[in-house]
C-alpha cells in the first residue's frame, strides 16, 4: 500500500516503473512471460527453440494450401500444422549441429532435389540442368510485380528449407548407419536354425469363452505404467456428443416438389405465371434467377451428367426436359440446351505479338507489323510445313516454343481463347493458317485429329429439400429437452438416454485441442466444442448446447474426462489395450494352473486345459507357430534343453508349454556379404522414421497453445 501511494502521489514514478520494465525486457525477453504469463506472440518451444505465432500461421496457410489445390477441407489443419513444426525445428537443430547452415548459396544449389521441383520437367532443359536462375528471375518479377504472390513464395519457402535440411540429415545419418561381421553372422545362424518342437498351446480366446475376466480400471493403469513410452498423452477430452440433424419431414420434401413442379410447367410469378422452364428463351437465365445451383455452360460427356438421364440424353433433341426427378436431397428437372463432338485435337502454334498486348512485354513492333510478319510466315509455313520449326525463335511464348510450338491435345473445353478453339474446331488435319486473338497473331497448324464422344449441355433446375421452420422447431424442441434429461447426470445415464430415445450418439475418447474436426460428427461447430471442452473453466459433468449455424442442426455435448499432459488416462485407452491387459489377466491365471498341477508332460497340460499336443518346426528370425507370430515361443524352443519340458510361455495368442525334439540347419542361398548388404539396406530403410519417433519422445516439447488460447480466445489464432 505504501508504494502504492507514493505512485498516486508521485506520476513521475509510474513513468519511471513502466521504464524499468521495459528495460528489464530488453535484457531479458523471457521477463514478459513472468510477469504477464505466456508470451501471446510464442506457441511454444522445442528444446528451448521458440516456436512463434508467425511461424505457425505461415505453416497453417502453406497446408491449407496445399489442401485447396488438392481439392481437400482447408479446415482441421492446425494440428498438422503444429506437428510439422516441432518435427521442422528438431531436424533444424540436427542440422545445425551436424555443421551445416542454411545459406542462400546453400538452398539455391539444392533446391533442385526438393519433391516440388525434382519431379517437375519443366525446371529442366534438356541436358538434365535446374533452370536455377530463370526460377530465380521469376521470383525477382514475382517480388516486384505481385507482393502478395512474392510473400506466398517466402512462407513456401521456409518449408522448402526445413525438407532440404530433413534430407541432408538423413543423408548424412544413414550412410553411417553399417552391419558388424559379428552381427551378420549371429543372424545368418538364426536364419538358418531350425528347431522341432511338440507343444501345447492354451489359446487366450478360448480360455476366455469359459472363464470371464474382467478389466478393471487398475489393471489398465497398472499397464500403462510399465509401458510409459507407449503411452505418453498430449491433453485431450473425453466427450460425449449427441447428434440432432434437422432432417427434411415428408412435408418438407412434398413442398419442394411442388415447388420445383411450379417452376417446370407452371410459371414464375415474376413473370405472372407465363415463363416456365418449359418455355423460357432464355435457359441460363432462368436458372439464375430459379435454381439452388448456378448454370453449368460446359460440354459434359453422359458419364458427367446425373445418373437418372445419362441413358437417355443420348437419343434426346435439343431443348427435351426430364424430370423432376430426385438425387439426394435436391428436385431437379434438367433439359438438354445443346451437344456436339467433343474432338481432341494435336496442335503446334507461334505467337507474334505487338506492343500493349497481353504476351508483348518487350516487344516494340505495332500491331499492323505483326499482322504483316504473322501473314508472311502463315504462308511460307502452309507451302512448306516443315519450316515451321524455324520461326519458333520469334514466338512471344516461350513455353510452347521449347516444346516445338506444340500445345498439346486440346478439347472444345480446354480454356483456350474462343478465336483459336474456333480455328481448331472448324479446320482438318494438316490446316495452317493465322488467326488473331488479344495475344496477338498465331500462325496455327494442326497436327492430328481424333474422333471424341458427344458432349451436352445441360441446363439444370434444382431445389433443395430444406427442413421448414416447423422442423427445425421439433429439432430444437428435442434436443433441449435431452439436455434437460441429462444435466446433472453421469455419462452413462448421458448414453442411455441418448440410446432410448435412438439418437445419434459418438464418443470421442481422446479428442485434441487443435484437431479441428470430432470423430463421429464433422460438423462447422466441431472447433467451437473443443474450445468449449478445453476451457479451463470446464469440469467433467458439464453439458452444453449447440447449433449448427444455416442447418438447424443441434448438438448436444457432455464432458465426459480431461486428460492432462502425461501418461494417458486409463478408460481413455480401453479400446485400445482392454484385449492386451485380458489376455495377461489370462495368462497368469493358465501358468498358475499349470504350475499348481505339477504337470510333468504335455499330455497332462493337454488334458487339464481339453485341448491338444502339436507340433511344429521354428525359427528365430520368422517365429511362427501354427499360424501364429510367437517370438517368444520361438526364444524358448532354442533356450531349453532337447527333451526337457518348457516353463509356460507367454505368447501373443495363448500361453505355450514345448518339449524341443531336435535342432537342425537349413542353410540358405547367398553368402556373409549379399546378408550383411541386405540388413544394411533394410536398417537404412526403417532408421528415418525410427529416429524422427525417438527424436521427437526424447525432446524438451513446450505447448503453450492452450493455455494462450484460453486467455486470448479464438479471435487470436
Known amino acids: 500500500m505504501a508504494i502504492l501511494g507514493q505512485i498516486r502521489s508521485k506520476p513521475w514514478l509510474l513513468m519511471g516503473v513502466i521504464a524499468l520494465a521495459l ?370 525463335k520469334l514466338s512471344s511464348d516461350p513455353n510452347s516454343a521449347a516444346q516445338g510450338g506444340s500445345l498439346g491435345w486440346t478439347t472444345p473445353e480446354t480454356p483456350f481463347v474462343p478465336e483459336f478453339l474456333a480455328y481448331l474446331a472448324s479446320n482438318p488435319k494438316g490446316a495452317t493458317g493465322v488467326v488473331e486473338t488479344q495475344f496477338g497473331y498465331h500462325i496455327i497448324n494442326i497436327e492430328d485429329k481424333k474422333s471424341g464422344s458427344m458432349g451436352y449441355k445441360v441446363a439444370n433446375l434444382v431445389k433443395a429439400i430444406k427442413p421448414s421452420d416447423a422442423t427445425e422447431a421439433e429439432t430444437d424442441k428435442n434436443s433441449r429437452k435431452f439436455i434437460q434429461q441429462v444435466q446433472g447426470k453421469s455419462f452413462n445415464d448421458f448414453v442411455n438416454i441418448a440410446k432410448k430415445g435412438n439418437y445419434q450418439f459418438s464418443n470421442p475418447k481422446a479428442a485434441k485441442r487443435f484437431e479441428g474436426q470430432l470423430q463421429g460428427l464433422g460438423t462447422e461447430k466441431d472447433a467451437d466444442i473443443l474450445t468449449w471442452a478445453f476451457d479451463k473453466k470446464r469440469e467433467k459433468g458439464d453439458t452444453e448446447l449447440f447449433t449448427v449455424e444455416g442447418t438447424g442442426d443441434k448438438i448436444v455435448v457432455y464432458l465426459n474426462g480431461k486428460q492432462e499432459a502425461g501418461l494417458a488416462d486409463p478408460e481413455s485407452v480401453r479400446d485400445q489395450i482392454e484385449v492386451i491387459v485380458k489376455n495377461k489377466l489370462a495368462a497368469k491365471q493358465i501358468s498358475d494352473k499349470i504350475t499348481a498341477a505339477k504337470a510333468s508332460s504335455l499330455d497332462q497340460i493337454a488334458k487339464l486345459f481339453a485341448t491338444s499336443k502339436q507340433s511344429a518346426q521354428v525359427n528365430l528370425l520368422n517365429p511362427s507357430v501354427a499360424g501364429a507370430m510367437e517370438p517368444k515361443v520361438a526364444g524358448a524352443a532354442f533356450g531349453v534343453a532337447k527333451g526337457k519340458l518348457s516353463n509356460p510361455v507367454e505368447g501373443g495368442t495363448g500361453v505355450y508349454v514345448l518339449i524341443k525334439k531336435s535342432e537342425t540347419v537349413n542353410k540358405q542361398p547367398g553368402d556373409l556379404k549379399q546378408f550383411t548388404e541386405s540388413l544394411t539396406q533394410r536398417s537404412a530403410g526403417m532408421f528415418g522414421q525410427a529416429w524422427m519417433k525417438s527424436l521427437q519422445d526424447n525432446a524438451d516439447i513446450e505447448d503453450y497453445r492452450i493455455e494462450i488460447w484460453n486467455k486470448l480466445g479464438n479471435q487470436q489464432q
Open 23 to 392: 528495460l528489464a525486457f530488453l535484457v531479458n525477453p523471457e521477463s514478459i512471460d513472468k510477469v504477464f504469463g505466456k508470451n501471446p506472440d510464442v506457441l511454444g518451444k522445442v528444446n528451448g527453440e521458440k516456436i512463434t505465432r508467425e511461424e505457425f500461421n505461415d505453416q497453417l496457410f502453406v497446408l491449407q494450401q496445399q489442401a485447396e489445390q488438392q481439392g481437400r477441407p482447408k479446415n482441421g489443419l492446425e494440428e498438422q500444422a503444429w506437428q510439422l513444426l516441432v518435427q521442422s525445428k528438431l531436424i533444424k537443430q540436427q542440422f545445425e549441429k551436424l555443421g551445416f547452415e542454411m545459406t542462400d548459396d546453400y538452398f539455391w544449389n539444392q533446391i533442385q532435389y526438393d519433391q516440388m521441383f525434382a519431379q517437375n520437367q519443366q525446371f529442366f532443359d534438356e541436358k538434365g540442368n535446374f533452370k536455377t536462375q530463370e526460377l530465380k528471375k521469376e521470383i525477382e518479377t514475382l517480388q516486384n510485380t505481385n507482393p502478395q504472390g512474392y510473400t506466398q513464395w517466402l512462407k513456401t519457402r521456409k518449408t522448402i528449407e526445413y525438407r532440404l535440411m530433413a534430407r541432408q540429415v538423413f543423408t548424412n545419418l544413414s550412410a553411417g548407419i553399417t552391419t558388424g561381421k559379428k552381427e551378420a553372422e549371429e543372424l545368418m545362424k538364426q536364419r538358418d536354425q531350425l528347431a522341432d518342437i511338440d507343444f501345447v498351446k492354451v489359446d487366450y480366446a478360448a480360455y476366455l469363452q469359459k472363464t470371464k475376466i474382467n478389466v478393471t480400471t487398475q489393471d489398465l493403469a497398472d499397464y500403462i505404467k510399465k509401458h510409459p513410452v507407449m503411452f505418453k498423452a498430449e491433453p485431450s477430452r473425453n466427450i460425449g456428443i449427441v447428434f440432432f440433424p434437422s432432417k427434411p419431414s415428408a412435408a418438407d420434401d412434398a413442398a419442394a416438389l411442388k415447388e420445383i413442379t411450379k417452376l417446370y410447367s407452371g410459371g414464375t410469378d415474376a413473370s405472372g405465371g407465363t415463363e416456365n422452364f418449359q418455355n423460357t428463351k432464355n435457359d441460363s437465365m432462368f436458372v439464375a434467377a430459379n435454381s439452388d445451383a448456378p448454370f453449368n455452360p460446359q460440354y459434359l460427356n453422359p458419364a458427367q451428367l446425373p445418373p437418372t438421364i445419362k441413358n437417355q440424353i443420348t437419343t434426346a433433341a435439343v431443348g427435351q426436359t426430364f424430370g423432376p426427378y430426385k438425387e439426394q436431397d435436391v428436385y431437379v428437372v434438367s433439359k438438354l440446351v445443346g451437344k456436339r463432338p467433343s474432338d481432341s485435337t494435336l496442335s503446334r502454334h507461334i505467337l507474334i505479338a505487338f506492343k500493349g498486348s497481353p504476351a508483348g512485354e518487350g516487344v516494340t513492333r505495332t500491331k499492323e507489323q505483326a499482322k504483316k510478319l504473322a501473314d508472311s510466315i502463315g504462308a511460307i509455313v502452309k507451302a512448306a510445313p516443315a519450316k515451321f520449326t524455324e520461326f519458333l
